[in-house]
């Protein structure tokens, strides 16, 4: 079974630029996630889609990120302008959860992430 | 606030002994946590998880240990390989109109040959 891809794997920008990032889930799975991990932390979401609805996007700078999931498949996240603070890996995770707790339904499967490197 | 945090950043093993990586959390009506590895450049992946109506869970070399009383998980590998050499991370998974996953902040394990 084919995981979630992410690219590009790596950018490098200045601040005040702009980036997207995209996701391809895996085939099936209605839920999309993007998570921020900045280096030594452990990743916190961003924003959570399910199909092509926003269900969570509490954590997400709105002045600058955006995020869309085009017919309930693939995403884009994008930043627009860039700050130093927005270093980070860009994590995109994708489960079958249609909104009901059925245990492995749950289960996030996780792309290698997007390093970004605001200069 | 609410959290999940680790006790540790960095646990150096010697390959062949056991690990234990410990994780406290603060939410008590959680119910439900996950342990999860990341290898430089990937992503997280699963371990294994728990039940809160669970003390213990064991898999393939690993055990999860969870004390509800005093909100605490741990997370056990037996006979520590180099390819255990990661940082895992310990999620709890919040219900209710949607579903997600609150991580720590990770602790690094390395083993040494």
């Known amino acids: 079974e084919a995981g979630v891809a992410q690219s590009p794997r790596y950018k490098i920008i200045e601040k005040r630029q702009s980036v997207a990032f995209w996701c391809n889930p895996i085939s099936g799975h209605a839920t999309l996630y993007w998570y921020q991990q900045i280096l030594g932390q452990g990743p916190k979401l961003l924003i959570q889609?399910?199909?092509?609805?926003?269900?969570?996007d509490s954590q997400l700078p709105k002045d600058r990120f955006s995020a869309e999931r085009l017919k309930g498949v693939d995403s884009t996240l994008k930043i627009q302008p860039a700050k130093l603070e927005d270093s980070a890996v860009y994590l995109c995770?994708?489960?079958?959860?249609?909104?009901?707790?059925?245990?492995?339904?749950?289960?996030?499967?996780f792309g290698p992430g997007t390093r970004l490197t605001v200069l | 606030g609410e959290s999940v945090g680790l006790h540790l950043p960095t646990l150096s093993v010697q390959e062949g002994d056991n690990s234990i990586i410990n994780c406290a959390y603060s939410n008590s009506a959680s119910d439900y946590f996950i342990w999860y590895k990341q290898e430089s450049g990937k992503g997280p992946q699963f371990i294994i998880d728990i039940r809160s109506n669970m003390d213990k869970r064991q898999g393939q070399r690993v055990t999860v240990l969870l004390n509800k009383t005093v909100k605490h998980l741990s997370l056990q590998i037996a006979a520590t390989q180099p390819g255990d050499s990661a940082v895992y991370f310990c999620?709890?998974?919040?219900?209710?109109?949607?579903?997600?996953?609150?991580f720590g902040a990770g602790t690094r394990l390395a083993v040494h040959p």
């Open positions: 995770a994708s489960s079958l959860d249609r909104g009901d707790f059925r245990g492995g339904d749950n289960e996030q499967f």
């Open positions: 999620a709890e998974f919040r219900r209710g109109g949607y579903n997600k996953l609150i």
């Open positions: 889609f399910q199909n092509n609805g926003v269900v969570d």
